[in-house]
């Protein structure tokens, strides 16, 4: 009972600073907006000035929404990943996704010179690049599953999946080797991740893959603790191992696949995010560890992009700079906490 209070305490607290985290998020910037006008707005009322109601629905609420989604849907990749592969080192990316989304947007912003004017011009859009990345994802999520298929081990797959990722390093590398200075810092700005650049359309896509991919990881709770005791005894436990395998495989190319698409490349968050809830929470049921993780995720996110705006500054760090910098230093904490209570 205790333990029960604690939980809900705990989601209470979560809870209530997403909620603050979103309007500090959506206050900070280049124009710092007052956190009271920023409710006024968002609850259907009137900013003080005409212009902030403008910055707040056209730019601030889609790159924090962004951020929300962005963080739920890596952490619970994570969450999925390490669970399955039963590897505290697994994250989104082990699958190749993300190497799979840098190829088909490096072959486009790398590639783009030897296509006809017109075709280049459209792939080197927002919609284009963005096209490239599922594109790219998709093709590896099809070989990754090809292979899941044919295989009885796990780890077997674990394996195929970072040789996929080596593998299209290896040709991103090539590219790379071969392009100009434009290009390539085009390339790179992609690779450091952006949560700016998303409009509503973009927004509303997004939301809805990142809510299909939590949908298939919510069918799987049970069978994901059932795998902490491992494959035999899942199997033994009457769960069809291959079949929640591969919708495990699918909801983590889904969330993984569509936010490196509209996000970019996006490091930490499903690596550490998993362990963190772990160790705020103290347990390994994935009913309380999925929404635990989903609302940290967000949180961390949030965190994060208000960091690499730097408020008062025109200047936005790269999102990825920001959530290594942030992240790993405190998963390095907790861990030698954890350590140290242990003994």
């Keep these: 009972m205790q333990h029960k209070n604690r939980n809900i305490l705990l989601f209470t607290i979560l809870t209530l600073s997403l909620l603050l985290l979103l309007l500090l998020n959506i206050s900070l910037g280049s124009v710092s907006i007052p956190i009271k006008d920023v409710f006024y707005s968002l609850t259907g009322g ?11 629905v056209n730019y601030r609420l889609p ?81 990754v599953l090809s292979v899941s298929q044919r295989l009885r081990d796990t780890m077997a797959i674990l394996i195929v999946g970072l040789m996929f990722g080596s593998l299209t390093s290896a040709i991103v590398g090539t590219l790379t080797y071969f392009s100009s200075a434009e290009q390539l810092q085009k390339f790179t700005f992609w690779s450091l991740g952006n949560l700016g650049n998303l409009s509503w359309s973009s927004i509303v896509i997004l939301s809805v893959c990142v809510v299909i991919g939590l949908f298939l990881s919510l069918l799987n709770i049970k069978p994901l603790n059932a795998l902490l005791l491992g494959e035999n005894y899942a199997r033994s436990m009457g769960m069809n191992y291959k079949r929640t395998r591969l919708i495990i495989i699918l909801a983590t190319s889904i969330l993984t696949g569509s936010i490196t698409a509209f996000a970019g490349p996006i490091a930490f968050i499903g690596l550490a995010v998993p362990h963190i809830a772990k160790l ?14 989903l609302l940290l995720g967000a949180i961390i996110m949030l965190i994060c992009d208000s960091i690499s705006q730097l408020p008062g500054s025109d200047i936005t760090l790269p999102i990825n700079a920001v959530t290594s910098l942030f992240g790993a230093p405190i998963v390095i904490w907790l861990l030698l906490r954890k350590r140290k209570m242990m003994n």
Excluded: C
């Design 46 to 56: 009137n900013s003080s000035k005409e212009t902030w109601d403008y910055i707040i």
């Design 280 to 293: 705020v929470f103290q347990t390994s049921n994935h009913t309380i560890l999925f929404w635990s993780t």
């Design 63 to 143: 790159k924090a929404i962004a951020a929300i989604l962005v963080g739920i849907g890596l952490a619970i990749s994570g969450l999925l990943m390490q669970t399955l592969f039963r590897n505290p080192l697994a994250g989104p990316d082990v699958l190749g996704l993300s190497s799979g989304a840098s190829l088909g947007v490096a072959t486009v912003i790398l590639g783009a010179g030897f296509l006809p004017a017109f075709l280049a011009s459209f792939l080197l859009s927002s919609y284009g690049i963005i096209l490239a990345s599922s594109l790219g994802s998709f093709l590896v999520l099809l070989a």
